[in-house]
């Protein structure tokens, strides 16, 4: 009983909190701050059929930050299967292609967008949700490659770098509740806030209803085939693995989309065993 007057104020901000994120999702009318204008730009220039490769390296250019990981890209293990450095920024654009400049222009324009103040308890989680971001859409990547959706790989890269914006929204806008944001809270809202997010960005349907149904594990759908949500699932998976903190429940014999992949028991830690250099170095060039 003597605990009633700290918890009530508690309950309320959590209240509060819940009910600002709810309002906002249900109206589509998410406070969201606009790309930087440079990356905003290049991602227009990106999307115009008629861009050639100068262009865009012309325009890459005005964003050094954006040059670097494109060069650190197109060197590493995962795509670049050669083995030859380069050094040239036209060379380093024509090796990964528009796509994979794109999920790279996406990955910093997000990282500038979503910001905690500098010494903020949530610094260590939005981090860390970041770095998480980037190995997934590397195991998507990777993974679409390997169930033979080959022409959707790079739709699945950007689908795993944005599958959890919408646990950056919520982690950008709760400095004044930072004792409320829970992994609860983030599994249960990220998903909802990130499709609304990323359809108001204007990214392909099959990219947020990925994001969207992201959690639903078990849904089984009528199609044989995977489609970009079973590869997130099996990536977030995978993932979770890789860095110990798999559910030591998880049954993947009972996961849809881990039947679709052939993923199970018996084969995870040799999928991540044979990925590991390609994804740390994918890591490496974006985190």
Known sequence: MQQQPQQQPILERELCFLQDLT????????DL???????????????????????????????PDLCVRILLLANSALLNRSGVKVTDLNIAVSRLGLSAVNSATVRLATKDVFQVPKGSSLSY???KTRVESVRVAAYSYLLAIRSGMGNDKHDAMLAGL??????HYILSRADE??????KEIMDNWGPGIGQALVSNWGFPESISAAIDK???????TEEDTPDIRDVIICAKLLSQAESGNEDLETDYSRIPSCRKL?????????????????????????K
Not at 23 to 30: D, N
Not at 214 to 220: A, G, I, K, S, T
Not at 262 to 286: G, M, P, Q, R
């Open 23 to 30: 309002a906002k999702l249900a109206s589509r009318e998410i």
């Open 33 to 63: 701050p606009p790309f930087p204008d440079i990356y905003a730009q290049i991602i227009r220039t990106l999307h115009d059929p008629n861009i050639s490769i100068q262009d865009v390296s012309r325009m890459l250019v005005a964003a």
């Open 125 to 127: 989680m939005l981090n």
């Open 162 to 167: 944005l599958h959890n914006i919408g646990t």
């Open 177 to 182: 509740f930072p004792d409320l944001v829970s």
């Open 214 to 220: 992201q959690n639903e594990l078990l849904l089984e």
């Open 262 to 286: 052939d993923i199970d028991e018996s084969n995870v830690s040799e999928i991540i065993e044979t990925y590991a250099e390609e994804v740390a170095s994918f890591v490496s060039a974006l």
